[in-house]
């Protein structure tokens, strides 16, 4: 499937991100890196996973499209009691059963603390937020989700130090985008909330 395959190829590259205790708050847009996002003197390294020691990983938002799939993986790789989904809703028998399932509010920033201090959270993978038709449907809801969530992410991952990972979506782009070919430094300008607080997300991440 070209969406898991694209969503496996940006979780290794997080991946392989340094073991080193620096701190990456990432936004990605699948397609890769942009100029702008990728400073002249930027410096990489990777480690690999039989050198570093197995992260402790949360997935907020983890009943949506991606989360239960990408917590197969990475328990797969680094553990089953090391990779927690977490959400709002009941999760099925078959998500609960199969590893850490918790209860969690991104919106409520002290809960969310507590859950990374609790469970020693070293990566953090944020995919909650409203996608497009429900978030038309209640602007003020995905507004408060989609940005005040993202902000209390990226201010707990700092805190803590943790390494964080916010992918976006084709979405952030607009009706005015150039289509075939795309260049990596783009217009944007969505139509929709979701697609709005993509790009808030992706210039945060810079």
């Known amino acids: 499937m070209p969406v898991m395959r694209t969503l496996t190829r940006a979780v ?6 340094p073991a080193c205790g620096c701190q990456a708050i990432t936004s990605i847009r699948f397609i890769g890196f942009s100029p702008r996002q990728v400073p002249s003197d930027a410096s990489f390294h990777s480690v690999s996973f039989s050198e570093a020691d197995h992260p402790r990983v949360l997935i907020t938002g983890g009943l949506g499209q991606l989360g239960v799939g990408l917590a197969k993986l990475l328990r797969k790789r680094f553990g089953k009691n090391n990779v927690i989904l977490s959400d709002i809703r009941k ?23 507590e859950i990374v201090v609790n ?3 070293t990566w953090l993978i944020h995919y909650s937020a409203l996608l ?3 978030g038309e449907a209640n602007v003020a809801l995905a507004r408060s989700v ?7 992410i990226l201010d707990i991952a700092a805190e803590h130090g ?11 782009f607009g009706p005015t ?5 795309t260049p990596d430094l783009c217009i944007q300008r969505p139509r929709t909330i979701y697609g709005v607080s993509k790009v808030h997300a992706e ?3 810079e």
Request: no cysteine; aromatic share 10%; charged share 15%.
């Open 12 to 17: 290794k590259h997080v991946l392989q991100s």
């Open 91 to 113: 999760p099925p028998d078959n998500v609960f059963y199969s590893g850490p399932f918790i209860y969690s509010d991104i919106l409520d920033y002290k809960n969310l603390r």
């Open 119 to 121: 469970n020693r959270i």
């Open 132 to 134: 497009s038709a429900v």
């Open 146 to 152: 989609n940005i005040t969530g993202l902000h209390n």
């Open 162 to 172: 943790l390494r964080l990972f916010v992918p976006s979506t084709i979405g952030a």
């Open 177 to 181: 985008s150039p289509r075939n070919p």
């Open 203 to 205: 210039l945060m991440g």
